[in-house]
């Protein structure tokens, strides 16, 4: 059974930092891994996606990497902001098909960015 | 382009009744999901329909869930009778054609407390 597992459960930081999140998963059989955003209260939204074969994709100043062998990911953020604070979640889909075919999250790490 | 749409937003009830949960999800979506999430956690799958065959529902506690998705469109979740336990955030999310790119969109959920 894939478990997904986020390192540190909560982190703070000043603004302007560069900070990296972690993403541990147990089963390297996925076919791709998403990263989500949660605010408070509010939905998951999707922040980036990348599919098995690929290393890394990059939205403005978020770049995820994905090493499969190792069943890790990371989402490194750049010059942190304020409006950066919310939970951060990872999800692996995995490459079985029918019924098993479920994403998997982790617990999240709920960033705090200080002004 | 709308995204998931869920409502009600809140929902407060005291144990033994039952309540509903209802969700649109994203025009030509053929995936649709429920997902438990309880606080400091990541979302757990409950059901998952393709068109209008629920393919997974393996983790639905069918003493009490119940869910339909008429039409292969919107969807509907019922608790009955509500138990403590069952105060979460419920969330609904879409994935385009039948969940093969595991690209999920998610809608703000419905926040239950059971009294």
């Known amino acids: 059974k894939q478990e997904v597992t986020q390192i540190p459960a909560a982190l703070s930081v000043p603004e302007g930092e560069n900070l990296v999140l972690n993403c541990s998963f147990t089963?390297?059989?996925?076919?791709?891994l998403q990263w989500f955003r949660q605010d408070p209260g509010k939905g998951l939204t999707s922040l980036l996606l990348i599919q098995s074969s690929q290393r890394e994709q990059t939205s403005g100043r978020l770049n995820a990497s994905l090493d499969k062998s190792s069943g890790r990911s990371t989402l490194y953020i750049a010059a942190s902001q304020p409006g950066d604070s919310a939970t951060y979640l990872c999800?692996?889909?995995?490459?079985?098909?029918?019924?098993?075919?479920?994403?998997?999250f982790g617990s999240g790490t709920q960033l705090t960015v200080l002004p | 382009e709308a995204g998931v749409v869920q409502s009600p937003r809140y929902k407060i009830i005291e144990k033994k009744q039952p309540v509903a949960f209802w969700c649109n999800p994203i025009s030509g979506h053929n995936t649709l999901y429920w997902y438990l999430q309880n606080l400091g956690q990541g979302p757990e799958l409950l059901i998952r329909y393709e068109n209008e065959e629920a393919v997974d529902d393996s983790q639905l506690p069918k003493d009490r869930f119940s869910a339909e998705r008429l039409k292969g469109v919107d969807s509907t979740l019922k608790i009955q009778p509500a138990e403590l336990g069952d105060s979460a955030v419920y969330l609904c999310a879409s994935s385009p054609g039948t969940g093969k790119t595991g690209e999920l969109f998610f809608g703000e959920g419905s926040r239950l407390t059971v009294l």
């Open positions: 999800a692996v889909y995995p490459l079985s098909s029918g019924s098993a075919r479920q994403l998997t």
């Open positions: 089963d390297s059989a996925i076919y791709n």
